[in-house]
């Protein structure tokens, strides 16, 4: 039984092309700067973004760590919404280990934070309060059904932050995810941006490894934040050669992920047991019905007895995602299951 995962698109499998550039790719030594094939791949994600410089780190997590830990000094405080990643997901890295307080405001339905909300967030100077340093966006947002922020809405945010003198940081793991929903450059998205870390290792399916993006001074600081971190890597161009992969070809070829998550969504609307968010990308988002007669938790199952996983939590509802590996007939198989386990 060939398996179906939509639990994430974290999941996806280096291609063969992959596999074949990294068994061929040239290394050296990138904690000394000298592995040519992360080098390159840097350049290609300095170019994509618009920024002078980049860094190749092993997360997306240590992406967004790392970005935080350079920007603001211990008892800073960074805004950011109530359901982003790093505050959700990220096992607290920025209070654990840089010692940042987060200011959570409410994340609205499509990813936005309100700017009246983040005007109103920001510290006046007064002995007695932190330092608002950052404002973290995130692009396109998780929990927030895959949701794209426009260009225009990230120019806004951008002016606030730099009206109050705040830096402003966007965790883009699936940034080329918006830029194929809006029909925008990722560089647009990300123009107002101090800092940006984007993954190779989600839609774009290399195995391991994220990018972060920002000025050529911001870059050589987190270098050092990355070094601390145990982030340091060795010849690391075997896994570069696959992120060069991912940005130049996979990059391309998102809109059949869309595609397929909308056509997924739609059959499961038809099913009255299921409240389902019309996806913007790639993440499809639903919940049980109140009147439904099953469980969810006998729902992943019987999907499980099918070869389908789909990814469930208690205050995150179902959530099914597209990506490289998911085709048509995936999508035809997911909807049957459903429509039978429904019934
Ligand atoms: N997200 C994962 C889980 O951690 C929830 C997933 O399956 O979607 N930013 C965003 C917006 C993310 O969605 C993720 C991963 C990360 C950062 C962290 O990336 P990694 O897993 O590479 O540390």
């Known amino acids: 039984m060939t398996l179906i995962d939509l639990r994430s698109d974290t999941v996806t499998q280096p291609t063969p092309e992959m596999r074949q550039a990294m068994a061929a790719a040239?290394?050296?030594?990138?904690?000394?700067?000298?592995?040519?094939?992360?080098n390159r791949l840097?350049?290609?994600?300095?170019?994509?973004?618009?920024?002078?410089?980049?860094?190749?780190?092993?997360?997306?997590?240590?992406?967004?760590?790392?970005?935080?830990?350079t920007?603001?000094?211990?008892?800073?405080?960074?805004?950011?919404g109530d359901l982003s990643h790093p505050y959700i997901y990220e096992t607290a890295g920025l209070a654990a280990l840089g010692g940042i307080q987060p200011r959570t405001l409410p994340n609205q339905a499509d990813g936005r934070l309100r700017l009246d909300d983040i005007r109103q967030a920001i510290r006046p100077d007064d002995v007695h309060f932190p330092i608002s340093r950052l404002i973290a966006l995130e692009n396109t947002h998780?929990?927030?059904?895959?949701?794209?922020?426009?260009?225009?809405?990230?120019?806004?945010?951008?002016?606030?932050?730099?009206?109050?003198?705040l830096l402003l940081h966007i965790d883009g793991a699936r940034i080329f995810n918006a830029a194929t929903a809006l029909g925008a450059s990722v560089a647009e998205l990300v123009a107002p941006a101090d800092s940006v870390t984007f993954c190779l290792s989600k839609a774009l399916c290399a195995p391991v490894g994220s990018v972060l993006c920002g000025s050529a001074d911001f870059i050589r600081q987190a270098r050092r934040i990355r070094k601390q971190?145990?982030?340091?890597?060795?010849?690391?161009?075997?896994?570069?050669?696959?992120?060069?992969?991912?940005?130049?070809?996979?990059?391309?070829?998102?809109?059949?992920?869309?595609?397929?998550?909308?056509?997924?969504?739609?059959?499961?609307?038809?099913?009255?047991?299921?409240?389902?968010?019309?996806?913007?990308?790639?993440?499809?988002?639903?919940?049980?019905?109140?009147?439904?007669?099953?469980?969810?938790e006998q729902i992943v199952a019987g999907l499980a007895a099918e070869g389908?996983?789909?990814?469930?939590?208690?205050?995150?509802?179902?959530?099914?995602?597209?990506?490289?590996?998911?085709?048509?007939?995936?999508?035809?198989?997911?909807?049957a299951a459903f429509r039978r386990i429904l019934a």
């Open 229 to 296: 971190l145990g982030g340091g890597m060795r010849q690391a161009g075997i896994l570069a050669a696959a992120g060069i992969i991912a940005l130049q070809v996979m990059s391309q070829r998102l809109g059949e992920d869309h595609a397929r998550a909308a056509r997924l969504a739609a059959g499961l609307a038809e099913l009255p047991a299921l409240r389902v968010h019309p996806p913007q990308t790639n993440i499809v988002r639903f919940q049980l019905a109140e009147d439904a007669h099953l469980p969810a």
């Open 308 to 335: 389908i996983r789909i990814g469930h939590g208690a205050y995150m509802g179902f959530r099914a995602v597209t990506h490289y590996w998911i085709d048509d007939a995936a999508v035809d198989k997911t909807l």
């Open 71 to 80: 920007h603001c000094q211990r008892g800073d405080e960074a805004i950011l």
């Open 42 to 69: 840097q350049d290609l994600a300095a170019e994509a973004t618009g920024k002078q410089a980049a860094l190749f780190v092993p997360s997306g997590a240590m992406g967004n760590l790392a970005a935080l830990l």
């Open 142 to 165: 998780n929990r927030c059904n895959g949701a794209a922020l426009s260009a225009a809405y990230t120019a806004e945010v951008g002016q606030l932050a730099r009206q109050h003198g």
């Open 26 to 38: 040239e290394v050296g030594d990138d904690v000394y700067g000298e592995d040519p094939t992360v």
